[in-house]
């Protein structure tokens, strides 16, 4: 729709970069939209969770935003593991494991033999834990305590080359959450197109704002991860029936359309001459 091609688009653009730290790129505050980040409606970065982990790491790297994929796609990696080393001031956060292969690098670098480095890795990555004999070699060659017991506590690892990939979309669309926002907006709203309610868009902030702490009222702390296809497991598990399947996606779409009207934008009524049936066009 815009014509911009998405391998052009810059990797290293502060404005992007702070949406996933601050509000204020967008010229919202957060107490208007629920969120201290900008990264609503981001794939992998628009969850509480995730957004969660933002706030506590502050990431401003291209590295960083890759480490921050990886911890929260890892299991034992993250929740009682860095993030307490991280909080407790232990180490900072670009030394915490992130990536499978943040593991082979760092014991390579510490002298370990390549082989023994890459068993390693594999062993923890798979939630094997250390054998005595790796734990061994590991402090032969002077290896932090805090790192050995992280290793000890990871059940799965993610991949570096996957989360890179994960973060390179990631920046992309958030460029255009920043510069070409009612493209992304219109994008957004048009891929769930079956949650949305239209009195609710048309009402503005406070008709959006009111609904959305109506169900988060409803529904406690559910947050949707913003994917089409986890979203859908993740709700179809529920025991509340269809109309709770769709008030809890419906919630994600309303606290990204919260943002949307915070921004300055607004939401135009169906009109049966210019209304698409599924995509949310844009006027103006």
């Not at 967008?26 to 982990?53: A, D, N, W």
């Not at 890892?74 to 009682?80: A, E, F, P």
């Not at 002077?142 to 992280?150: A, H, K, M, N, T």
Request: proline share 4%; hydrophobic share 35%; glycine share 10%.
């Amino acid at each position: 729709l815009t014509g911009v091609d998405p391998k052009t688009i810059p990797l290293d653009d502060k404005k992007t970069m702070s949406l996933f730290t601050s509000t204020k790129a967008l010229g919202v505050e957060p107490e208007q939209i629920g969120s201290k980040t900008g990264s609503f409606g981001i794939p992998e970065f628009g969850t509480k969770f995730v957004r969660g982990m933002l706030e506590e790491t502050k990431p401003t790297t291209f590295a960083e935003l890759i480490k921050i994929s990886g911890l929260s796609h890892g299991t034992d990696v993250w929740l009682g593991n860095a993030r307490d080393l991280i909080i407790n001031n232990v180490v900072p956060f670009k030394d915490v494991i992130g990536c499978r292969d943040d593991i082979m690098v760092k014991l390579i670098e510490t002298g370990l033999p390549p082989q023994n480095a890459f068993k390693i890795m594999e062993a923890v990555r798979k939630g094997r834990g250390l054998s005595p004999e790796n734990e061994a070699l590991m402090i032969k060659f002077g290896v932090p305590e805090w790192y050995i017991d992280c290793c000890k506590k990871i059940k799965y690892l993610f991949p570096k080359a996957h989360a890179t990939a994960y973060v390179i979309m990631a920046l992309r669309i958030a460029w255009f959450k920043f510069y070409k926002p009612l493209y992304f907006y219109s994008g957004f709203f048009s891929k769930r197109s079956d949650f949305f309610e239209v009195d609710t868009l048309q009402g503005g902030f406070d008709s959006i704002k009111a609904r959305v702490e109506e169900l988060e009222k409803k529904y406690g702390n559910y947050d949707d991860t913003g994917d089409d296809d986890d979203s859908n497991q993740s709700v179809k598990e529920d025991s509340g029936g269809g109309s709770a399947v769709k008030e809890k996606r419906l919630l994600n779409v309303l606290r990204v359309a919260l943002e949307m009207v915070s921004r300055g934008y607004s939401f135009i009524g169906v009109d049966i001459n210019k209304s698409d049936a599924v995509n949310f066009k844009i006027e103006g």
